[in-house]
């Protein structure tokens, strides 16, 4: 079993700045993607970043250039720095952990980011 354990996050102004962080334990395995996910009222979860353990990157469009994902500590640790945040950009963000070619299958708890004037 995968143990997600989240931080971050928090209330900034529109053009700020917030981080998130995810340490995965457990059985993790051997190529594998870890990411966030988001999810704002009445709206779908969508992918916001990923990376890989090889180091293969993928954000969506929306945040492209504002966002930037990378991992730590043996990979086990993923971090997403969010720069010129955006009133869209408020949502419950979800850590995840897959196994590379397979679907997202393990989340953390979610962690609130919320920007406003």
């Known amino acids: 079993q995968v143990h997600l354990a989240e931080s971050g996050g928090g209330l900034a102004e529109p053009g700020g700045s917030l981080s998130l962080s995810c340490a995965a334990s457990?059985?993790?395995?051997?190529?594998?993607?870890m990411g966030w996910y988001r999810q704002a009222p009445g709206k779908e979860r969508e992918m916001v970043a990923t990376v890989t353990n090889g180091g293969s990157i993928n954000y969506v469009d929306s945040v492209k250039g504002r966002f930037t994902i990378f991992r730590e500590n043996g990979w086990n640790t993923a971090y997403l720095q969010m720069n010129s945040l955006k009133v869209e950009d408020t949502a419950v963000y979800y850590c995840?952990?897959?196994?590379?070619?397979?679907?997202?299958?393990?989340w953390g708890l979610g962690t609130q980011v919320t920007v406003s004037s």
């Open positions: 457990g059985n993790i395995p051997g190529f594998n993607v």
């Open positions: 995840t952990l897959y196994a590379t070619g397979g679907a997202p299958d393990r």
